[in-house]
Each structure stands twice: as C-alpha cells, then as structure tokens.
Nanobody, 124 residues
C-alpha cells in the first residue's frame, strides 16, 4: 500500500513553468513505477509521463516531449514533474499514480494507487 499526495499546481501564464511534486508514503518507494496523468474537463484521463522503478527509463506523451521532465528522489520518496513552456492546452487536473510492476504503461486502468490531484491552469 502507498499513499500519494500531490502539490505544486496553480495558475501560470502561457510560456511559464511549474513544478509538481508527489510525495509517497507507505511501502518502499523504489517498489513502484510512478507516472503522471492529467484530466481536463469533459475529457478522458490521459498519460503524461512515467518513470521506471530505478529511474532508468522514462516514457513521455508526444504532447509534452521536450517541455516536461519527470524525476524521482528516493531519499524523499518523491516524484517531480517539471513543466516548462506551458500552453493553455496543458490546463487540467494532474494526478500522480503508482503501480507495482516494472512496466511503464500509458493505460491508467493499470495503475494501482492514485493521488487526489492538483489543478494546473495555464492562461493565454
């Protein structure tokens, strides 16, 4: 079992940056693949980026490649999402997710644990 708590969302102008954090507690942080998803009003939850258990593999959605960076800090049991060059279409609730197996998958139904979400709003 793991508990996930996101923070760092907010309102930013287009072209700006935000860094989201997801603090994990409970079972060993290194046991989980971690990922970020997002959901805009009226849309399905979509994969943003995932990182393997040892941090050696990352997988980004095409829409965020070159702008977003995921990282994980094992000492703090925290995963980060650095978001640069933000666009209005990045506006959504961002969710942190964890799964036990070592496959980074884009399918949200395959993740076992979820945070409560944090709102990111990008104004034009």
């Amino acid at each position: 079992q793991v508990q996930l708590v996101e923070s760092g969302g907010g309102l930013v102008q287009a072209g700006g940056s935000l860094r989201l954090s997801c603090a994990a507690s409970g079972r060993a942080f290194s046991s989980y693949v971690m990922a970020w998803f997002r959901q805009a009003p009226g849309k399905e939850r979509e994969f943003v980026v995932g990182i393997s258990r040892n941090g050696g593999r990352t997988d980004y959605a095409d829409s965020v490649k070159g702008r977003f960076t995921i990282s994980r800090d094992y000492a703090r049991s925290t995963v980060y999402l650095q978001m640069n060059s933000l666009k209005p279409e990045d506006t959504a609730v961002y969710y942190c997710a964890a799964r036990v197996t070592n496959d980074v998958t884009t399918r949200y139904t395959l993740y076992d644990y979820w945070g409560q979400g944090t709102q990111v709003t990008v104004s034009s």
